[in-house]
């Protein structure tokens, strides 16, 4: 039966239900493409033959391909789509900087889109709250304290406050450090919230 | 609250499906018995275990949903769709004696999806179908919700091993609640916590990229 390697391409992404990034599947597209390719120019030949000779019976075969050419396309499409939503949901679990080891599993033109994202978002949020902007990946529940108490999880190494002062981030110290300014390492999970 | 960012495509709703939908597009592999109506000439190939270049009119076969919807027309040119055994007469005699002893994982495991795609082939049995598949819901639906309400931090394999996919996503909706609840009444819901997401990488470690 055809589109076997299409539902394979969405049974990957399946298995990584808590919106994991896996390898970009090069290889399948690229074997879900060349199906396409082969599906359309039979179709094209028959089309032909039918119109040529008037073989009508060749309409159901005709019909049979392109629901398996409608199939890849969908597969193909819900593929990238969901891709693009894992990574997407990159941006606001990790920040603006991704690890080596996530963007090796990007395509070029996934770390292109990335890019993009990146880009407007931060557009998005200069033009808020007036000249300074307001930066809407922080504070995503609602703040209780200005300050927090903080134990570092790992050797992160120095970390500088607005005050200029630096602190050495070092695995097992605790620290009472502004929230806006641990929010980012403690989602990292370089830094990990001390509740009294 | 634990915030969630990757916001998959749902599955649609009743008799449609969403196209982005990675559990619509799962749904409609699934197979349903069928029977051709015509000649499909050249395509012999795909009935593997016919050894003619064509397939022939009257070939019994299984055919993913969204092959069957694909030919389909209410004339019955091309195909001609059959309900699976679990959405005729006898079961459905079974799921109104008792819908909460059915295992609905074996049964299906999408029962309530493939259910309501059928209703697109006409058969004079989709109202009996339709009434079946709902009570077989609404039957069900207060086990669900009460043991995902009252499951806290233990093993829950036995209580969604007989639920079908629709089911299963309903009772990890009530238990996500559940923990948000205990979350807050502890007194955690204002700790910042490490995402998910990133918790997960670390734990995988990218296997394959160490091979």
Same mark, same amino acid.
């Given at each position: ?5 299409? #539902?394979?391409? #969405? ?17 399948? *597209? ?48 819900? $593929?990238? $789509?969901?891709?693009?939503? !894992? ?59 200005? /300050? *927090? ?11 500088? #406050? ?24 403690? !989602? ?9 | ?12 709703? +009743? ?9 619509? #597009? ?43 919807? +694909? ?15 679990? /959405? !005729? ?20 495991? $999408? ?30 639906? !207060? ?8 499951? $806290? ?33 502890? +007194? ?24």
């Amino acid at each position: 039966m055809f589109c076997e390697k299409a #539902i394979e391409l #969405i049974r990957e992404l399946q298995r990584a239900s808590d919106g994991q990034l896996p390898a970009f599947n090069e290889d399948g *597209i690229r074997q879900v493409l060349e199906e396409m390719k082969a599906l359309y120019e039979q179709n094209q030949t028959d089309v032909n033959e039918a119109k040529s000779e008037g073989r009508s019976d060749l309409i159901p075969t005709i019909k049979f391909r392109h629901c398996c050419l409608l199939r890849n396309q969908r597969c193909i499409a819900a $593929y990238l $789509y969901d891709r693009l939503l !894992r990574i997407r949901s990159l941006r606001w679990e990790y920040g603006s900087v991704l690890p080596t080891s996530i963007r090796f599993h990007m395509c070029a033109e996934e770390l292109e889109w990335f890019n993009q994202y990146k880009k407007s978002l931060a557009t998005y949020m200069r033009s808020l709250g007036g000249d300074e902007g307001l930066d809407i990946t922080q504070d995503m529940q609602p703040p209780k304290s200005l /300050y *927090i108490e903080v134990r570092c999880l790992k050797d992160y190494g120095e970390f500088e #406050i607005d005050d200029g002062t630096t602190i050495l981030l070092k695995k097992n110290s605790q620290h009472f450090l502004p929230r806006w300014k641990c929010e980012q390492l403690i !989602r990292q999970g370089v830094l990990e919230h001390v509740m009294s | 609250m634990t915030t969630q960012s990757y916001l998959p495509v749902p599955p649609g709703v +009743g008799m449609e499906e969403n196209f982005l939908s990675l559990d619509d #597009i799962l749904l409609s592999q699934e197979k349903l018995p069928t029977r051709t109506e015509c000649v499909f000439p050249r395509l012999g190939f795909v009935e593997k275990t016919s050894d003619t270049r064509d397939i022939p009119e009257g070939t019994k076969m299984e055919m993913p949903l969204w092959l069957a919807k +694909g030919l389909y027309d209410n004339k019955r040119r091309l195909v001609s769709v059959e309900q699976p055994k679990i /959405y !005729r007469q006898g079961w459905r005699t079974v799921f109104s004696a008792d819908p909460n002893v059915v295992d609905l994982h074996k049964m299906g495991p $999408y029962y309530y999806g493939l259910g309501s795609q059928l209703l697109h082939f006409d058969s004079p049995e989709n109202p009996e179908i339709a009434q079946t598949v709902l009570q077989t819901y609404i039957g069900r639906f !207060r086990r669900i919700m009460d043991s995902s309400q009252n499951a $806290y931090n233990e093993d829950t394999s036995a209580l969604v091993e007989r639920l079908d996919v629709l089911e299963r996503s309903l009772f990890r909706t009530g238990q996500a609640g559940l923990n948000d609840f205990q979350r807050w009444e502890k +007194g955690q819901a204002s700790q910042i916590t490490a995402s998910n997401l990133v918790q997960n990488y670390r734990k995988r470690k990218f296997p394959d990229l160490e091979a």
